[in-house]
């Protein structure tokens, strides 16, 4: 998945005239946020769960990417459930934005796709929202984590599923299994 890095150096030594890995010419710019996202994109891929498969539809554009999650334990194991993460020009003082894109019946997100998970707040009172030390493996793992030790029904961004999980845990688990997967 290295493809932007390749490039970049390829182009900056066609633009220079100069062979890859020479001086830098200073009229070419990447963004910090690109620089970021090469390096991010290889530790993410080196350490992805195992119920995880991020997918780039354009390799020279890793700041836009799918993310599926399969749960293996728990309320939605039989699943699979489909994010888009895109990075903004600002990161990484700012977090990704990510959406999920299947319908789900879930505590923290909403049926429109929105995802209360507190380290994708910019701003967070509990202090576990983004910092500029956080990286992509952090949100994926976050929303991984969303299918076990993360589900809280104590703070749900979708209150029916969860006063309708806390009113009939059995008959909730059956719907969950009915809602799996469709796309928004």
């Not at 490039?7 to 890859?20: F, H, M, S, Y």
């Not at 728990?74 to 459930?81: A, D, I, L, N, V």
């Not at 209360?116 to 707040?121: D, I, K, N, P």
Request: proline residues 7%; aromatic residues 6%; negative net charge.
């Amino acid at each position: 998945m290295l493809t932007l890095a390749s490039k970049l150096k390829r182009d900056e030594g066609v633009k220079t005239g100069r062979p890859p890995g020479g001086p830098s010419d200073s009229s070419h710019r990447v963004s910090i946020r690109d620089r970021l996202l090469i390096k991010e994109v290889a530790e993410l891929e080196a350490n992805l769960p195992s119920t995880c498969k991020a997918s780039f539809p354009d390799e020279n554009q890793l700041h836009h990417f799918q993310l599926a999650v399969s749960p293996d334990e728990g309320y939605y194991q039989s699943g699979t459930f489909h994010f888009e993460i895109d990075v903004p020009e600002a990161y990484n003082m700012v977090p990704p934005k990510v959406k999920c894109q299947t319908r789900i019946w879930h505590p923290n997100i909403a049926e429109t796709g929105e995802i209360c998970l507190s380290l994708l707040r910019e701003h967070s009172i509990d202090g576990t929202g983004w910092a500029p030390t956080r990286t992509l493996k952090d949100v994926v793992w976050g929303l991984n984590s969303l299918f076990t030790d993360l589900l809280n029904f104590d703070d749900p961004l979708n209150i029916d599923a969860a006063e309708h999980h806390l009113r009939d845990k059995h008959r909730c688990r059956e719907t969950e299994l009915a809602a799996v997967p469709t796309a928004l």
